[in-house]
Every structure is written in C-alpha cells, then in structure tokens.
C-alpha cells in the first residue's frame, strides 16, 4: 500500500509553489535581459544612462543566477542570463569604452621609471579628514595632482603641508557647495586657463613642463547625472570639454594632453566614449580594472562606481594605474604612471 502511494505521489503533476516558483527565476531572468537591453539607450534618456553606469552591478546579480540556474538545472534560465552578459560584454570588455585596453599588460606600477605621475581626488567637500586626504597624495608622489569638492579648509591645510613640493597651483576652493577645485604642480604653470561650461562649476587648464616634453592638463568635474537636467548638463559639459580639447590639440601640436577629474560617468557610459572619441584622449589603464573610486554604500565592490579618471592623448602611454584607501570621502583618489612614446601611437 506505501509503495502504491509513493508511486501516486510521484506521478502527481507539479504542485502550484513550484509552477510559481518556476514563473518567479523566468520572469527575473525576463526583466533582466530587458534592463540589459536598455542600457544600449542610455544616450536618450538619463533613467537609461543610469542603468548603463550601473553594469557591473546588473552583471553581479547575472552571474549570480545563471550559478543559480544551473546548479537547479535550469536551461532556459541559464540561457537567458548567457544572453544578457553577452549585452553587457562589449562594454566591460573594452568595445563600447573610452580606453585602449591591454589584457596582458607587461608593466607593474613603478616599473619602469615613469616620465610623469599624476594624481586625481575628490576629497568631498564635507570631509573633515583633511590630513588623511593629503597624505593619501603625497604618498603618491605625483609631479601634478587635481582635487575636486576643494573646499576653503582643505585648501588652506594642503597649500600648508604641501607648498615645500607643490609650489605653483591654481585654486578655486568652495565650501557652501561640491564644486571647488585645484590643480598642484611641481612644476611651473603656464598659460592658464580658468573656464566653465555651467554656472558655478569651473574647470582648471595649464601648461607644464618636465624634461623635455610640455604637458597640458585639464581638471574638471561635471553634475552628476542623477536627474534629467543634470544628465543634459553633464553630456553638454563633456562635449564642449571634447571641443575644446579637440582645438586646443590642434593649436599645441607639440603637447601632450591630459584630463583628470570626477567625470561622473563609468568607462562604459556612452557619454564617456564620446568624449573619448571626440577629444582624442583615452583612458589611461593598463587592463580591464573594475576598481571602483567611488562608493556610495559600503566599502565593498558590488556598491561602487568608477567615475574618477585620467585621460591621455596618443603619444602617452600608461604604465601604472592605482586606486587610493579610503580618507573620509566617498571617492578614492586614482593615480597614474605615464611615458611619453617616441612617435604617434
């Protein structure tokens, strides 16, 4: 008798808990795949780029189904969550991002001697850890650092402690909001120039020399962008800085050129890979690195974003890239080792 109503039990279709659960893993994998489709039109709405700035974590919860899926033999599951890697793909892995990417770099940071170290930070203009901030830079040692969210106090603390290495600067501190920022050099600032693109955001240029090469480097920090105005106001400042960068090219054959800063958008934003694209520069890595400089949550990868950067013109090569510890801010400063190359790449 236990035998026949084993066997009953068996042959009974599957119970409703298991046809919801079964509708629960396809619809997710659904709604998956349809995000994933729509971070390819990310320049046309800014709910859209936000999804596109938002692909490393979208491929966390992928993998993490498609682990899922096929550890509970879930084929068609599993299927879909290949398909929506695949969309995000040529943007992680280089096709769709502002950068040249080398997957097998044969360079370590500080190896070879560098002609030229720089260092970009958003210090956050709430944070109180002034000398973390500064010390996170000089331990980098670099010949030009940029800082953003540059607020009255902090500018003070780091002309004081740093003016002995970093005698020439330009600096325009604010406290009452994020948009203060300055540039530091141990080396003599020429030509420069002092533009904004919005209201109340302005953005640093100068020339500099070391050796026998001439740099001209450029910091900025647009919106973020968090809402529909800042999405157009941010994609307006990057392509008029994309002008700009295109014309002073043209009229400064003989430099090199670089951009630092809070860019506000991911390496595989749209928005960043036509600034690429339109200025010539790209992001200065030495291979696929997710390292993230901002976090807006916990300190731990799945939370953050990377939005700090450092852009270089043809004739620059990146041997060494570095993500900062934490100093009180929700960034983390990046700094980078840069050779000047013979001739055009």
């Not at 046309?44 to 992928?62: D, F, G, K, P, Y």
């Not at 800042?230 to 008029?240: A, I, P, S, W, Y």
Request: some cysteine.
């Amino acid at each position: 008798m236990d035998a026949d109503v084993s066997n009953e039990l068996q042959k009974r279709p599957p119970t409703r808990e298991r046809n919801l659960e079964k509708v629960f893993w396809v619809a997710s994998a659904g709604v998956l795949c349809f995000v994933s489709v729509l971070t390819w039109t990310a320049p046309l709405h800014w709910c859209m780029n936000l999804l596109a700035e938002l692909r490393i974590q979208q491929c966390t919860v992928i993998v993490v189904m498609l682990a899922v899926a096929m550890f509970r033999q879930q084929g068609f599951v599993a299927m879909m969550m290949l398909i929506a890697l695949a969309l995000h793909a040529p943007w992680l892995t280089g096709g769709g991002s502002a950068g040249r990417f080398d997957p097998n770099p044969s360079t370590k940071f500080g190896d070879p001697a560098p002609d030229l170290t720089v260092t970009v930070s958003n210090a956050l203009t709430k944070n109180q850890r002034h000398g973390e901030v500064i010390a996170d830079i000089l331990r980098a040692s670099p010949d030009v650092f940029g800082v953003v969210e540059l607020s009255h106090e902090l500018s003070e603390k780091m002309i004081e402690h740093s003016s002995h290495r970093y005698p020439y600067r330009v600096v325009r501190p604010i406290s009452s909001y994020d948009f203060g920022i300055g540039l530091f050099s141990k080396h003599p600032l020429d030509d420069v120039d002092v533009f904004s693109f919005d209201e109340g955001i302005e953005s640093i240029a100068a020339t500099f020399s070391k050796g026998q090469e001439t740099y001209r480097i450029y910091v900025t920090h647009p919106l973020p962008p968090v809402s529909h105005h800042n999405f157009d106001q941010r994609n307006e400042h990057l392509r008029l800085l994309a002008e700009k960068l295109r014309e002073d090219r043209a009229s400064h054959p003989d430099c090199h050129f670089l951009l630092i800063g809070d860019l506000n958008a991911t390496p595989w934003s749209p928005a960043l890979a036509d600034l690429s694209d339109g200025s010539g520069l790209d992001r200065a890595i030495t291979g696929i690195d997710f390292t993230p400089t901002h976090y807006s949550g916990p300190s731990w990868f799945p939370f953050g974003l990377v939005i700090d950067h450092v852009l270089i013109s043809d004739r620059l090569q990146c041997v060494g890239h570095r993500v900062g510890g934490p100093t009180g801010s929700d960034h983390r400063s990046v700094t980078v080792e840069i050779t000047a190359a013979a001739t055009d790449q």
